[in-house]
């Protein structure tokens, strides 16, 4: 029987940096030159299957910009188990970003939670602000996972997933089942479902308008 | 700040949270400010620090409470109703999916100086103590008279006119005993106090149905209970907010709002800037509650005491329920209004292990509210910690609609966010014109 996992996946980085896009690529293999800053997308879900059929089901979390003002609810951080923080390869100011975003995870998140640094815009190499060699003694001294992608070309991008994917089952066994906790699907919740709850007789169906 | 908003909305209160996410899916450029560095306003969930912070600046946490990030303790005692308006609205909105639930495990009732548990079904409500052989057989038929109650169908009715005859007459058709009254309005109708029973019986049998529906809905109790505390419902319609560009900025004090010559808003200053806007939202805090002078834009109606209690144990006589609400009816205790106990722990991932958090709660009626409470908190066994907040209940002096400034009110007293709902619905009409009409959201939409 093929194993199931779910994943709740935070992003965090500065504005522009491609996180969105990022996502974008990942889950609809699509890209837009000309992206807003986000509005109305910051929950979207992909799965990967891993070689040895387990899949694993990412619940993506975008920021929705509320970490612009330093205003990030916990929330948002809370049963995280693993963090895409991301910079721009052009901007050596978002690496610094980054930094205090990691700073951040450390303090707030779990401790068990998997961080992937995630150098993005591959493809404007040409205007390569921040050397491989920099962001990759920074991450291996802290012990993340790192990266570089292109969401406009896709380089990378389903590979800092799946290695994600890859690393999450094993750092954290158990406690990332399906079910467990938050991460888990609604069917599979130790709790009550708002949603599927039955109207009661008489009263019309709440969702059917 | 030189961007001009539609509105700008002052306190992340579960009230101004939930108005702010609806104003932003309906398009409205909202700026969302608190002055605080947390969600929530009056109805955050606090951690450890945070908590002291605000009762006891000059302690810190004692370390055998444990970690401070364990802890998510609630301002205000409230339970979701599971058949509720408030779960109408988490539904539609789909912030459920930021969200979950457990159900809060008992409700009880206290009578003649013990707690029973108030009936989930129809077995326990044979078995109840609350109730004497032939009072359960009144019981039973003034139940069954208000499940079969159908408005178009005169039979149904036996005489009774639910929107005329007062509930005084309901009760006394069905030659029901005053125990049985208090137990009804107070432990199923949720009224504070026994005005209800003169008026009209309608509201009443509303509230009943909602009551019983809830209850059959996850069997244990009628309530259910957001895991990490109330605080995660201001944050969760923070987000849905957020997602539909709604702008946040925590930690901002507010030093003015400012109006023109004719009183009408303009803008809100926070250090030393102004940002603009058309219109205003915010909680009684940010329009000069408790502060003297200025304009008098809230007022006072009187105020609620609230005992946080941090305990070793369970409550004695509750079946070792990991939740439950205990409700005293003021009868009991020879009060005008009801004392709550609304106790949470673990299981909700609002606090350490082994640790129980009861509040204690009542509508202040003397100058020494804190003895109000005592019957309530004699009933929790032996009290490790104990944080006593005495609220004033504010309410707006104007509906806004004159000056663009439209101000929520406290939260109140009840058990429940159906009040708090109500609030919404209300500001939301003087806010946009129009009645609050729930669509559920639209699938994701990029860009
Ligand atoms: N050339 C290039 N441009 C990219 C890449 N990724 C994103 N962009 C562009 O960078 C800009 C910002 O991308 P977003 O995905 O919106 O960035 P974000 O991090 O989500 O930004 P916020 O939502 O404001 O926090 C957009 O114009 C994208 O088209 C990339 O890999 N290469
Ligand atoms: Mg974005």
Redesign the pocket.
Known sequence: MSKQFQFKLV?L?????????????FVKDQ????????IGAAFLTQTVTLSDQTTVKFEIW????Q??YKSLAPMYYRNANCAVV?Y?ITQSASLEKARTWIRELQRQADPSIVIALCG?????SARRQVTQEEAKKYADEEGLMWTE?????GEGVTEIFTAIAQKLPLTAPGATRAGAGRTGGPSARAGVDLNKQSTTPGQPDACNC | MDEEYDVVVLGTGLTECILSGLLSVEGKKVLHMDRNDYYGGDSASLNLTQLYRKFRPNQTPPTELGRDRDYAVDLVPKFIIASGELTKILVHTDVTRYLEFKQIAGSFVYRDGKISKVPSTEMEAVRSPLMGLFEKRRAKKFFEFLQSWRDEDPSTHQGINLDRDSMKTVYEKFGLEPGTQDFIGHAMALYLDDDYITKPARPTYDRIILYTSSMARYGKSPYIYPLYGLGELPQSFARLSAIYGGTYMLDKPIEAIVTDDDGKFVGVTSAGETVKAKQVIGDPSYFGAGQEGGKVRVLEEGKVVRAICFLNHPIPGTEDSDSCQIIIPQNQVNRRNDIYIAMVSHTHNVCAKDIYVAIVSTIVETSTPELEIAPGLSLLGPIYDKFVDITPLYTPTSSGEADNIFITRSYDATSHFETVVEDVQDVWKRVTGKDLVLKKREVEVQG
Not at chain 1, 31 to 38: G, H, V
Not at chain 1, 149 to 153: C, D, E, I, N, Q
């Open positions: 992003l980085g500065e504005s522009a940096v491609g996180k969105s896009s990022l996502v974008l690529r890209f837009d030159d000309y992206r807003e800053s986000t975008d920021t929705a910009g970490e612009r991301v721009d993005n815009k591959l493809d404007l992608t292109s969401a406009k070309t």
